[in-house]
């Protein structure tokens, strides 16, 4: 396959040829018309012409809740807070059949492809009251659009210590067993923090895989389950791989405490997910001026050399009616609430969400993946701030998505409108 001309995030036009998932040749693209078909220097078995788009690495979405996807519109949260919602979707969860589950899941997941997702990693409850359901249908839907999308299943345990701790334990085990990935919880919810900490990575080591925790999602800058956690994998020597999602009392913190547990977190080898578009929404409804904004302490992680990941979280439903499945919408919120640059925000939702999720790196560049992302636009600043639907996603060298979009606009009289109204079709 060729794609012709590329334009990439650095500026380069660029023709790229991918075969057998894997790109094998980026040269200028003007270097195309100067070489004939006779001289065999470049086969061209199918051409896409990505003209007016820019091409990247493809997003990942290291942290979203397909469970709970797309059930906002029959599930509402009054409260608009973190516990209302914790509350409407243990509501909602009584009237989900399982082919309510699998139709939001799938929708969530076309449209998660469509917007340039080749992988997610999905948060899915377990919990007392709940069961084990959702990771064992999920598990069944990852099998069956595994030449799609890569999907992770991280287990969310409800409350591991008291006051229903052995149950939830046990719906944690069952979950492993059913075929989730990752161990996770929500430690700073519990009453015993330390303890559901300490138990939570026993469970992991005990299974051998990884964790991705909740680990806290408050802006109280007393919550310290993210140092909590860093001690522990230091100190037992988990040998997995672990995440920690949201860290939102980090950002309350003083320069010197962030400094310290950054370093910590650094240490122990532990991934940081933000998730602005959720955190947003839900933190701080109680300050009536200068709110704080619930996200972590990007600086200080970034500072301190821990992988930074940024993900949507909710993908509309009582934790967050507005997300919108978009990898663009994510780095546009890191650029304007998070203070990244234009280029680490497109980063955070790409390079770094793959190394959360341990896939391999991709650039557009000879040897690596052809896991790509084309959207319309001549920069890569243009490309988040339009967030154009207009997009081609390549995963395995494949083309797995393709939207196209015309646009009417009606010109009258106004030629200059009439030139612009041409440019974007
Ligand atoms: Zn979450």
């Known amino acids: 396959m060729l794609l012709t001309p590329a334009r990439l995030a650095d500026g380069r036009l660029v023709d790229v040829v991918i075969d057998g998932g894997v790109i094998t040749d980026v040269r200028a693209a003007e270097a195309r018309s100067a070489v004939r078909p006779s001289d065999g220097a470049m086969p061209v078995p199918v051409a896409l012409d990505l003209a007016g788009m820019m091409l990247l690495p493809a997003p990942a979405e290291p942290h979203a809740h397909l469970d709970k996807a797309l059930v906002a519109n029959r599930v509402s949260n009054p409260a608009e807070d973190l516990a209302g919602a914790i509350d ?28 340039g997702f080749t992988a997610i990693r999905t948060h899915l409850d377990c919990r007392v009251g709940i069961g084990s359901r959702s990771v064992r249908r999920l598990a069944e839907i990852k099998h069956e659009v595994r030449d799609l999308v890569d999907i992770q299943i991280v287990a969310l345990a409800g409350h591991v ?7 939830n334990r046990l719906l944690l085990l069952e979950s492993l067993a059913a075929g989730a990935d990752l161990v996770g919880g929500t430690p700073s919810l519990e009453p015993r923090p330390t303890a559901a900490v300490a138990e939570l990575v026993a469970i992991a080591a005990d299974h051998g895989v990884g964790m991705d ?15 909590t956690l860093a ?11 672990v995440t920690a999602s949201h860290c939102v009392s980090l950002g309350m913190q003083d320069p010197d405490e962030q400094r310290r547990t950054a370093e910590a977190v650094a240490a122990a080898g532990i991934s940081v997910v933000t998730l602005p578009q959720t955190n947003l929404y839900l933190q701080a409804r109680e300050w009536e001026c200068a709110k704080p904004r619930g996200l972590t302490a990007i ?14 979280d909710n993908w509309r439903d009582p934790f967050n009616p507005m997300g919108r499945i978009d990898p663009m ?16 925000a497109y980063d955070a939702v790409s390079a770094g969400s793959r190394a959360v999720l341990g896939l391999p790196e991709v650039r557009v560049a000879p040897g690596y993946p052809a896991d790509l992302l084309a959207i319309r636009g ?23 998505a393709d939207t196209r979009v015309t646009r009417d606009v009606d010109p009258r009289d106004h030629v ?9 079709r």
Do not use: C, K
């Open 88 to 115: 409407a979707i243990i509501q909602a969860y009584a009237t989900m059949t399982d082919d309510d589950l699998t139709t939001r899941s799938l929708n969530a997941i076309a449209t998660a492809v469509a917007r």
């Open 161 to 167: 210590t008291d006051p229903d701790g052995a149950d």
């Open 213 to 227: 925790l909740h680990v806290d999602e408050t802006i109280d800058s007393t919550a310290t389950a993210l140092r």
């Open 231 to 241: 001690e522990r994998v230091t100190a037992t020597g988990f040998p997995y791989p």
């Open 299 to 312: 600086g200080a992680l970034r500072a301190a050399g821990v992988t930074v990941a940024g993900g949507s």
């Open 329 to 344: 919408e994510t780095a546009s919120l890191l650029v304007t609430a998070g203070h990244l640059l234009v280029s680490d």
């Open 378 to 400: 001549v920069s890569l600043a243009d490309a988040i701030a339009d967030a154009s639907e207009q997009r081609i996603v390549i995963r395995a060298g494949r083309v797995v």
């Open 416 to 424: 200059a409108l009439r030139r612009a109204t041409a440019s974007v």
